[in-house]
Structures are given as structure tokens and as C-alpha cells.
T-cell receptor, first 116, second 108 residues
Framework: DAGVIQSPRHEVTEMGQEVTLRCKPISGHNSLFWYRQTMMRGLELLIYFNNNVPIDDSGMPEDRFSAKMPNASFSTLKIQPSEPRDSAVYFC??????????????FGPGTRLTVL | RKEVEQDPGPFNVPEGATVAFNCTYSNSASQSFFWYRQDCRKEPKLLMSVYSSGNEDGRFTAQLNRASQYISLLIRDSKLSDSATYLCVVNSGYALNFGKGTSLLVTP
């Protein structure tokens, strides 16, 4: 049974380049979350989708970050242009129920992003 | 002030020891509480939910004190494989708020 799938697992890029992170949630889950983890700030929620609709993007740092979920089985997080301070591990998570009484969130393996 | 606060540790304990972690949360309207475990360079995984009445899963016991807004995790007879970072997680509505984690190292 496949869990949450993320790609790439590692990304090294230069400042100013566009970065696209991809996520495939667990089949049947209707909620998807993008998180960022750094040593300084821990795990932070960037954006939350429910039934493919962005519900809360207040955690997105700035306009350089954008996320889409064109269908129930795919989401992207894009950074354009990337900056060294974006270096972090980006996790995608999915759950089978959103809103009040949320079900367990299952995390993907993460994308380790390094911006030089 | 961060919504969920934890002592970062590290806690270094010998095999077989009992160790306890606490965490505090600031939002009194929080509804659900969890402990997640994260191994080095891996994703967080749910360890256990925390119920108001307290709950136990093998060597792990979780307790919630709503009045004081703190959550605890007790690990008995610790194993080498328990070495990891333990994340305290509080759910308010749809959002999960994570503590920065407490690092545990169990030594032979």
C-alpha cells in the first residue's frame, strides 16, 4: 500500500532558479498539507487543501511560493525565484478527513531542498 | 510565543530507563492531541493520540491535563530503537501545530 509519494527527494539549485516540488497523496485522502521543516523554526504548515481547494495559505512565506492541486492525486509547491533561506525539508502530508475532528496525517518522505 | 512548547533535550538515558517528556500548548480551544515520532532524516510518524482520560500503548503512556494545558509522554523500559525526536502535536480545527521536538538518545 503506497504512502504519500514526494519527488524529488533531494534538490540542489542556485539562487534565482525555479523549484517545483511534487506530491501524490494517499489514494482516497481528501486533505493535503504542505509543511516546511528547519532547525530554527521546526515544522510549519504552509498550505492546506481540502477536496483540491486551498483552504488556508496563510503559512506561505511570500509571493515567491505558490501551490496547486489540479486533481485529487497530485499537488505541486513551486518556489520562484528561490533564495538560500528557502533551504529546508519540505513535507507533504495527507489525511482522509479535514475540518473538525481531523484524521491522522500521513507524511511523505520529504524533499530536502538546498539553495546555493 | 509558539503555540506548542517542548524541551528540546537531548535526553540521554540508558537502556531500560523510564523517561518522560512534557509539552505545553497555548490555545485552550485545542481539541486533539498527539505524539509523533521522527527519526533522523525521516518523516514524522504518528506514535499515539492523547485522550483526556490518558492512554497507554505498550511501553508508552500519554496523558493530557487540559486545565494546565500540558501533555506528557512516558516511555518505560526504553530500548535503543526508541532513540528519535518526539514531536508534541496539537490540533485546533484543521491545523496541526507541531512542537519543535524533544530529542531522545537511548544508550547501551
Amino acid at each position: 500500500d503506497a504512502g504519500v509519494i514526494q519527488s524529488p527527494r533531494h534538490e540542489v539549485t542556485e539562487m534565482g532558479q525555479e523549484v517545483t516540488l511534487r506530491c501524490k497523496p494517499i489514494s482516497g485522502h481528501n486533505s493535503l498539507f504542505w509543511y516546511r521543516q528547519t532547525m530554527m523554526r521546526g515544522l510549519e504548515l504552509l498550505i492546506y487543501f481540502n477536496n483540491n481547494v486551498p483552504i488556508d495559505d496563510s503559512g506561505m512565506p511570500e509571493d515567491r511560493f505558490s501551490a496547486k492541486m489540479p486533481n485529487a492525486s497530485f499537488s505541486t509547491l513551486k518556489i520562484q525565484p528561490s533564495e538560500p533561506r528557502d533551504s529546508a525539508v519540505y513535507f507533504c502530508a495527507s489525511s482522509s478527513r479535514g475540518g473538525q475532528g481531523m484524521d491522522t496525517q500521513y507524511f511523505g518522505p520529504g524533499t530536502r531542498l538546498t539553495v546555493l | 510565543r509558539k503555540e506548542v512548547e517542548q524541551d528540546p533535550g537531548p535526553f540521554n538515558v540508558p537502556e531500560g530507563a523510564t523517561v518522560a517528556f512534557n509539552c505545553t500548548y497555548s490555545n485552550s480551544a485545542s481539541q486533539s492531541f498527539f505524539w509523533y515520532r521522527q527519526d533522523c532524516r525521516k518523516e514524522p510518524k504518528l506514535l499515539m493520540s492523547v485522550y483526556s482520560s490518558g492512554n497507554e500503548d505498550g511501553r508508552f503512556t500519554a496523558q493530557l491535563n487540559r486545565a494546565s494545558q500540558y501533555i506528557s509522554l512516558l516511555i518505560r523500559d526504553s530500548k535503543l530503537s526508541d532513540s528519535a525526536t518526539y514531536l508534541c502535536v496539537v490540533n485546533s480545527g484543521y491545523a496541526l501545530n507541531f512542537g519543535k521536538g524533544t530529542s531522545l538518545l537511548v544508550t547501551p
